[in-house]
């Protein structure tokens, strides 16, 4: 028993070892080397939002959180303050740049945001109260 407990526990050892390094290798492999367009001009800034769709008043208060405008130089510090200002903001739940390089050494730059879910309202209906009727806490409590 012992060296057959042995060998399953060398098993799983290897096994998260090999999910360890695929994890990593594909987590090195999704983030672009955006260094290549550094100190070049940005055209254009968007931010679109993915998963949902389209609505132009939260792309624009999202936009307003990005640091990197049009007619600046490109600088991937300023690409990582304005994710982070993203997600800061809770309003985002995942976030990526794309950015695409025209003539003339121009860049367009495009935020792709997945947006956070959120709770706009909640609403109880208590049977057998009237409409508007406040209803305590531990009522509420015994109900749920």
């Known amino acids: 028993m012992g060296c057959r407990l042995r060998s399953r526990w060398g098993s799983i050892i290897v096994a998260v070892v090999l999910v360890g ?3 990593v290798r594909a987590r090195g492999a999704s983030v672009p080397d ?4 550094e100190g070049r001009t940005i055209t254009a800034v968007e931010v679109v939002l993915d998963g949902v769709p389209r ?4 792309e624009g208060e999202l936009l307003a959180l ?3 405008a049009p007619n600046t130089r490109f600088s991937a510090a300023r690409v990582r303050e304005s994710l982070q200002a993203l997600f800061d ?3 985002v739940e995942n976030a990526r740049v794309e950015a695409a390089a025209e003539g003339g050494g121009t860049l367009r730059l495009r935020f792709v ?3 956070a879910v959120r709770v706009g ?6 049977t057998g109260a009237p409409p508007g009727a406040p ?3 531990d009522e509420l409590r015994a109900r749920l």
Not at 34 to 37: A, E, H, N
Not at 55 to 58: E, P
Not at 121 to 126: E, F, K, T
């Open 55 to 58: 609505d132009a008043r939260t």
């Open 66 to 68: 990005v640091a990197v």
């Open 135 to 137: 209803v305590s806490t």
């Open 113 to 115: 945001v997945r947006p």
């Open 89 to 91: 903001s809770g309003r």
């Open 121 to 126: 309202d909640v609403v109880l209906n208590v």
């Open 34 to 37: 955006l260094s290549r367009y």
């Open 21 to 23: 390094a695929c994890g």
